[in-house]
């Protein structure tokens, strides 16, 4: 089944704590991304990237890492968590610099807490 | 940058026909999506529009104006499964894979 997976799917953690949140396609698409969900704000792209050992920037780098070492893996790294990254994370994927945008596939979200 | 507005709440009857709105103010503009995402649960891909004009997929339509930064989604024969929040979001160059979303808009289908 194509699909797009992440874990863990929630996580409670403290201030200070380093933690990674993986994500991973098997559907040998080029791009992926992390976007981050929260009340009022909705959905904001925290890094992408456009193929292996490609990333960029989204709109809200700050506090993040990414690497993209395999085509089907982009891990989130939370360095040094602080409250404010308490949110809902979803991490997407689609094929590639298509002439039109194709559909992006999400995964089922990580719910994390930072205490 | 980059300015996405969408209402933030709706309610429509079953069986009817509802338009959500949406405009946006950005730079480098390249498409218009639209995700539907139902509580707790990932968006899921409805359209995708470059070109001025409308596209229909099933009961969903999809609209976009560049010159006038707007575009709406028309679903028709509202079921109570479209209960959902429908999310605006933009597509930008000099980062091809910069998407920039709404807020979204949570639309009530009630009996």
């Known amino acids: 089944e194509a699909q797009v997976t992440q874990n863990p799917r929630y996580l409670i953690t403290v201030t200070g704590k380093k933690l990674t949140v993986t994500c991973s396609q098997n559907?040998?698409?080029?791009?992926m991304s992390w976007y981050r969900q929260d009340p009022g704000l909705g959905l904001r792209q925290i890094y992408y990237?456009?193929?292996?050992?490609?990333?960029d920037k989204g709109d809200v780098p700050e506090g993040y890492k990414v690497s993209r070492k395999e085509k089907r893996n982009f891990p989130l790294i939370l360095e040094s968590p602080s409250p404010n990254q308490t949110s809902l994370y979803f991490c997407?994927?689609?094929?590639?610099?298509?002439?039109?945008?194709?559909?992006?596939?999400f995964g089922p979200g990580t719910r994390l807490t930072v205490l | 940058g980059q300015n996405i507005d969408q209402p933030t709440e709706m309610t429509a009857t079953e069986g009817a026909i509802v338009q959500i709105n949406c405009t946006y103010q950005t730079s480098g503009f390249n498409g218009l999506f639209w995700y539907q995402q139902h509580a707790g649960e990932a968006p899921t891909f409805l359209s995708y529009n470059v070109l001025d004009g409308l596209e229909e997929k099933g009961r969903f339509s999809s609209f976009l104006s560049r010159s006038k930064g707007y575009s709406y989604l028309l679903l028709k024969e509202l079921q109570m499964k479209d209960s959902a929040s429908y999310l605006c979001?933009?597509?930008?160059?000099?980062?091809?894979?910069?998407?920039?979303f709404g807020i979204g808009t949570k639309l009530q289908v009630i009996p």
């Open positions: 559907m040998n698409h080029e791009y």
């Open positions: 990237s456009m193929n292996v050992e490609v990333t």
């Open positions: 979001a933009v597509s930008r160059s000099g980062g091809y894979q910069k998407v920039t």
């Open positions: 997407a994927s689609r094929p590639g610099l298509a002439p039109r945008g194709d559909e992006q596939f």
